[in-house]
């Protein structure tokens, strides 16, 4: 089974600022992929960046960037220079390989960071 | 078009209604997914479509019924819900259903509310 825990119910910041927003992941399985969503007021989910257990790496697109660490099982969400139009929930998924047709596309998701960014 | 398309926005309906949601992709994408987003729960994936099979099907209950009867249409039919079926339905789809290597692209929702 696959958990992911985000522990910051809300966060703020400021216009202009970075903000670093956590998640913790727990599986067995030793390939999987990591997501980061955004969703707005409206309802939609954004997909944001993606991290594969096996890239080297930190994923970066643009303002976004996932600061991986495997070890501790951590996959934080790191945004820089926060607009007022980042303002919104923002989710922490976490999905296995498939392997032999048991995980299909089975994104588990964290209960998710409100994110309030102030002028 | 936009990726991915949801109808309608909103619904309200009567614990004996019948009704279906409708979501349309227009990604050329061969995997759908529905999933369920209620209050302060993290999403809860309902139902996945691959190559138009449902290959997971995550113990949801009969009163939900899927139907997907191409890559890019998903439907998922509706009746004699309960109150607590109230919820943001979301739809998604990616290019496959291969899991850790593809993201899901999701539409806007359907906001449900059964009285």
């Known amino acids: 089974a696959q958990k992911i825990t985000q522990t910051q119910p809300g966060m703020f910041v400021q216009e202009k600022e970075a903000v670093t927003l956590d998640c913790t992941y727990d599986t067995s399985d030793q390939s999987y992929g990591l997501f980061w969503y955004k969703q707005p007021s409206s309802g939609e989910m954004i997909f944001l960046i993606y991290q594969g257990s096996y890239d080297e790496q930190n994923a970066t697109e643009g303002r976004y960037s996932l600061n991986f660490q495997k070890a501790r099982k951590s996959a934080n969400l790191v945004i820089s220079a926060s607009q007022l139009g980042d303002s919104a929930m923002y989710f922490c998924a976490m999905s296995p390989a498939n392997a032999g047709g048991t995980s299909y596309g089975k994104l588990t998701f964290g209960q998710g960071t409100i994110l309030t960014v102030h002028p | 078009e936009t990726g991915v398309t949801q109808t309608p926005r909103h619904l309200v309906m009567g614990m004996t209604n019948k009704k279906s949601l409708k979501c349309e992709q227009h990604?050329?994408?061969?995997?759908m997914y529905w999933y369920k987003q209620s209050a302060k729960k993290p999403l809860e994936l309902m139902f996945v479509?691959?190559?138009?099979?449902?290959?997971e099907n995550n113990s949801v209950p009969s009163r939900f019924s899927p139907e997907c009867p191409n890559s890019s249409h998903l439907f998922l039919h509706l009746h004699t819900l309960q109150p607590e079926d109230s919820a943001l339905y979301l739809c998604?789809?990616?290019?496959?259903?291969?899991?850790?290597?593809?993201?899901?692209?999701f539409g806007p929702g359907t906001r449900l509310t059964v009285l």
């Open positions: 479509y691959s190559l138009e099979e449902r290959v």
């Open positions: 990604l050329g994408h061969n995997a």
């Open positions: 998604a789809s990616s290019q496959d259903a291969s899991g850790a290597y593809n993201e899901q692209f």
